[in-house]
């Protein structure tokens, strides 16, 4: 069924199945985003970028299933950007909101390297790529 | 119902549910091991762990929907190791595949940095910690 429905989109658009959905639904990511102010080391970083991946993933999926799907499809792009302190972390993670994009904060539980709940990460996404972009244009890659 | 589960557990065994489920099942904990000869920037290793992260959660799920959820109701707790190079990184990826444990590799997609198809990081769990600790205890924290 889906197959046949794919078959007729192509025939349709003269475009390959993928293409198709790429051009109708724009393309996808996920946006993490990490605080560097708190000196955390590489393994921490990865782990609450982890934390936060998952979260706004299922959050996505809630959200708009089709897009979480896509996205996966597409290879499930990845930006990695940097937040200057919990301010600005917080702020991105507001506007997001707002905006009604599936985002999440992380809370560290503070077994190790920093005090529990601070605020370490926020994840956006995935959802469409511009739309991401509008809210997180201005932090630079991790 | 579940509810009732919970309360009729917690008075035959005088204790927090929680804690019921810790000590019937163990502490879970997910195991995201990344490749440290490649030379990847901060950025990258969180890109390519949370894709590792995503992916094994993914394959937990399909394995042992409790296990996954306990280990969310635990708090996700991640460890995050280093392998020396692709060897090191596939022992460990069969090791987990033969113990039946929920188990994925990341190929990068080759856009930043490194070699389309370039073995990144492996991802085992959530699944029972000491079973992921047997697999895992020779390899440094990243």
Known sequence: ???????????????DFEQIIREKMGEFKQ????????????GKLVAQGAHASIHAFQRAVEKNKEFAYAWEEEGC?????????????????????????????????????????TLTAVGIGPWKAGEID???RDLKLL
């Open 77 to 117: 792009r990845k930006i990695v950007l940097r937040a200057a302190g919990e301010k600005e972390l917080m702020v991105i993670y507001e506007k997001a909101k707002q905006n009604g994009l599936p985002v999440t904060y992380i809370r560290d539980a503070g077994e190790t390297q920093i005090p529990a709940g």
């Open 134 to 136: 509008e809210i997180t």
């Open 31 to 42: 946006a993490i985003i990490l605080r560097t102010d708190l000196g955390m080391g590489k």
């Open 1 to 15: 069924m889906i197959k046949r429905a794919k078959n007729v989109l192509e025939r349709v658009f003269h475009r």
